[in-house]
């Protein structure tokens, strides 16, 4: 079970952190990956990181502001959020998948999935 936490309402510029807590298994044998779906919008993939914590990958969008990391004593994956906008307002979801890298910006790999949580950026 994934469960994600952390979303709030912010001014822009400002920031937020994102937590994804795993019970019942170990976030270390799955890339874990964020995802946002903004008002009246698909669900867009954010950032991920490797199984081994080696590799990172990020959208354009949120590439030099977000940073995803992970406690592996805690099971918790994070996703640091700075210099926030109003266009990166969006329920934030946590998933995991075991599909290769080169694969893991695509929704269709990922079967568990945190319940989301909700990111408000005032402009």
């Known amino acids: 079970q994934l469960q994600a936490s952390g979303g709030g309402l912010v001014q822009a510029g400002e920031s937020l952190r994102l937590s994804c807590a795993a019970s019942g298994f170990s976030l270390e044998s799955y890339a874990v990956a964020w995802f946002r779906q903004a008002p009246g919008k698909g669900r867009d993939w954010v950032t991920c990181m490797s199984s081994n914590g080696q590799h990172t990958g990020y959208a354009d969008s949120v590439k030099g502001r977000f940073t995803i990391s992970r406690d592996s004593a805690k099971n918790t994956v994070f996703l640091q959020m700075n210099s926030l906008k109003p266009e990166d307002t969006a329920v934030y979801y946590c998933?995991?998948?075991?599909?290769?890298?080169?694969?893991?910006?695509?929704?269709?790999?990922?079967?568990?999935w945190g319940q989301g949580t909700q990111v408000t950026v005032s402009s």
């Open positions: 998933a995991t998948t075991t599909v290769i890298w080169g694969r893991v910006t695509e929704e269709i790999h990922y079967r568990n």
